[in-house]
Structure formats: C-alpha cells, structure tokens
C-alpha cells in the first residue's frame, strides 16, 4: 500500500498504527489526523518525512469537504490505498438508570456519523486508487476501508447488557460497514469492519489483556491479507470472523464464543468494577 490515513491518530491504537507503519516502512504516504497534536505524534513526525499531519474533527462533518481537498494534494494522482476510521469515544457507566440522550448522540456521531459521511467524501480519491491499480486484485494494495468496531457491537455476542451508547453505535458501525461493501464492491474497494481487542489505552483501560503492539501488529497482519472474500466481514485483529447477530450455524457461534469467551468477561468485570466505583462516589 502506498497511502494510508488514520483518523484518531495522536494517542491510543492510532497512535500504535502510526508508529507501526513508520516502523515497518511499507507505506509510502501515512496520513495521521486528530483535535491536537500530541507530543509523541509531533516526534514521529520530526523523524518520519513520510508521516503527514492534519488537523480534523470528526464531529464536524461539514469540514470533510475542504479536508478531501487537502488529502488530494497530499496523495496526488495515486488515489487513497487505504482509509481507517479509528477515531472514537465510548463512556464508563452505561447501565440503563444511568444512560444519557447526549451520551447515546456523541457515541452515534462519533461512531458511526463521521465513519460514513468521511467515507462518502473521500470516495473519490478512494476510486482514484482502485482505478490506478486496477492490476491488483481487491485489497489494501488497490483501495480498502477498515471501520475499527468493537465485540460489544456484536448482538449475538451481548449476554450481559448495558453499554447502550457504545454498544449502539458500534453495531450500528457494523450494519453500514456491511452496506459500504456491497455498494463499493462494483468499484473494487474493499470494506471491512474490524475489533482490536481488549487493548491497554485510555479507553481500555490499564486491566485489559492485550498490549497495544499485538493487537496492532495482528490488525496490520490481517488487513494485509484480507481479499475480495473477505468484504463484509466483522473481524477480530487476528484475522477470525465475528458474528454480527445470531448466527443459524450454531457450531460456528459456539467456536466463536471459545475465542472471545475470556477478553468479554474481563472486559464486563472491567465495566462493572468502574460502576460500582461510580454508584459509590
């Protein structure tokens, strides 16, 4: 892949992607956004002629149209290889008792909104890029895009309830990924949604299992693979398929829950332990 862009990319798992690509040096271009600078994204980029930085805030969608400008003078004629829409927000306590409109309308705006009107602006420097290597077959390496998600959007992974703005708009994120892949299949641009894991970042928070190296080197590793076959799909960073809803293969959701069986229940204890802090406060 030649041109790749990071949105959410001054801390966290855009950050870790950032860092991976300019240490891996596959990339030819790599397009890192966000709110503020962060003094280790300014680092990378003193140390990296390849990293370009620009300013975005997803929220405002009304900006993607000048933002689509400044992209297009960055990749030039060779077109976007790869758009991730990483940037994101979650809350803590999300029990129903304890769920806000203005929460459930931040996490959907963020989540969900800005992945697919940037995606829409940015379409046509995304065709750009399937057209100009029209000799390679649907993937990263011709035009893809990779909505990062999460296993508390899965519906039939969700035993145990609460997370309602996160868990909306990640689902939600799962339902458009899935459309964008049958409307963008025509155009030979790849769409799929993907779970990182259970990371240690600010959002994760410092119990989760997963160091942010592995589950970015294991994301890097799948996308790299991932082909005409694999458009649609929802993703674990290492590559196994998960389910959206319930699946009528029930030997295939069985096998599924043994693999995300552990992360899911640290990650509940995780949230419960945080609201039962929050009821005691």
């Not at 029209?134 to 296993?151: E, F, L, Q, Y």
């Not at 969700?158 to 939600?172: H, I, T, V």
């Not at 964008?180 to 894991?197: C, E, Q, R, T, Y």
Request: net charge positive; glycine share 6%; with cysteine.
């Amino acid at each position: 892949m030649k041109t790749v862009l990071i949105t959410g990319a001054n801390r966290g798992l855009g950050l870790g992607m950032v860092k991976y690509l300019t240490k891996q040096n596959t990339a030819k271009t790599i397009i890192a956004t966000c709110r503020t600078v962060s003094e280790e994204l300014k680092t990378l980029s003193a140390e990296n002629k390849n990293l370009v930085i620009l300013n975005l805030d997803v929220k405002n969608t009304a900006s993607f149209g000048d933002f689509s400008t400044e992209i297009s003078k960055v990749v030039g004629n060779q077109g976007l290889n790869l758009l991730i829409n990483n940037a994101g927000v979650t809350t803590k306590f999300t029990k129903l008792p304890f769920v806000k409109t203005e929460q459930l309308l931040d996490n959907l705006t963020v989540n969900t909104i800005a992945p697919i009107m940037l995606t829409k602006t940015l379409l046509p420097i995304l065709k750009q890029a399937a057209d100009a290597n029209s000799d390679k077959p649907m993937g990263v390496h011709r035009a893809a895009v990779i909505n990062m998600s999460s296993i508390l959007g899965s519906i039939s992974q969700n035993d145990q309830g609460g997370f309602y703005p996160y868990r909306c708009s990640k689902a939600a994120l799962n339902a458009a990924s899935k459309s964008m892949s049958v409307d963008l299949k025509k155009d030979n641009i790849l769409v799929a949604s993907m779970h990182p894991g259970w990371v240690k970042t600010d959002m994760g928070g410092k119990n989760a299992p997963l160091e942010v190296e592995t589950s970015i080197s294991g994301m890097f590793n799948t996308i790299g693979k991932l082909n005409e076959s694999d458009t649609g799909k929802f993703l674990n960073y290492d590559g196994t398929e998960l389910p959206c809803v319930a699946s009528s293969d029930a030997q295939s959701v069985r096998d599924q829950e043994h693999i995300l069986i552990f992360e899911r229940k640290k990650c509940l204890e995780y949230a419960n332990e945080r609201l039962q802090e929050h009821s005691a406060a």
